[in-house]
T-cell receptor, first 112, second 113 residues
Framework: GENVEQHPSTLSVQEGDSAVIKCTYSDSASNYFPWYKQELGKRPQLIIDIRSNVGEKKDQRIAVTLNKTAKHFSLHITETQPEDSAVYFCAATDNYGQNFVFGPGTRLSVLP | DAGVIQSPRHEVTEMGQEVTLRCKPISGHNSLFWYRQTMMRGLELLIYFNNNVPIDDSGMPEDRFSAKMPNASFSTLKIQPSEPRDSAVYFC???????????FGPGTRLTVT
């Protein structure tokens, strides 16, 4: 089955700097890759996603890149702000395209 | 829309007791997912339903766990008997067929003492 790895597990950056989180997946048939943000005590919420026919997608300060050949995708946050502090999860669809397999998460701390 | 609704939000129970968690998906969504989140194991899929039918329950830890979806607007996750290692946050999520995006509920924090 699908296996998703995520690095780093924790990341601290200064406010205004960029943050990059990387994920790898194992199933070459996976075709959808979402990123969820989870603030302390809250539910995971989708912040950006990318499909396998696209190499990059941007939404204001966040972007995601996908390399299907290497089976990895990354989240980029520019001009980080304290409110970006949260746990970020990447995910990939499973073999049947029905469900997500989540990475273990990255705890991002943005220091003022 | 109110989003995915879960109840109770917090549950504290003693080992050996039966626990029932409830979920109401977003109206019109035809897929429903139950997840468990712990520090050690992260977000784990327990079971998911398509059109009220269980599709994959391979993530259900053991026979003490069972889930039902009697209709399109309601699902339950039951643990009987509960054990301290079941302590976790349980999330329900739903999705509409054409979209991959899953919408999560607020979760139920379960503590088994």
């Amino acid at each position: 089955g699908e296996n998703v790895e995520q690095h780093p597990s924790t990341l601290s950056v200064q406010e205004g700097d960029s943050a990059v989180i990387k994920c790898t997946y194992s199933d070459s048939a996976s075709n959808y890759f979402p990123w969820y943000k989870q603030e302390l005590g809250k539910r995971p919420q989708l912040i950006i996603d990318i499909r396998s026919n696209v190499g990059e997608k941007k939404d204001q300060r966040i972007a995601v890149t996908l390399n299907k050949t290497a089976k990895h995708f990354s989240l980029h946050i520019t001009e980080t702000q304290p409110e970006d502090s949260a746990v970020y999860f990447c995910a990939a669809t499973d073999n049947y395209g029905q469900n997500f397999v989540f990475g273990p998460g990255t705890r991002l701390s943005v220091l003022p | 829309d109110a989003g995915v609704i879960q109840s109770p939000r917090h549950e504290v129970t003693e080992m050996g007791q039966e626990v029932t968690l409830r979920c109401k998906p977003i109206s019109g969504h035809n897929s429903l997912f139950w997840y468990r989140q712990t520090m050690m194991r992260g977000l784990e899929l327990l079971i998911y339903f398509n059109n009220n039918v269980p599709i994959d329950d391979s993530g259900m830890p053991e026979d003490r766990f069972s889930a039902k979806m009697p209709n399109a607007s309601f699902s339950t996750l039951k643990i009987q008997p509960s054990e301290p290692r079941d302590s976790a946050v349980y999330f329900c999520a739903s999705r509409t067929g054409p979209s991959y995006e899953q919408y999560f509920g607020p979760g139920t924090r379960l503590t088994v003492t």
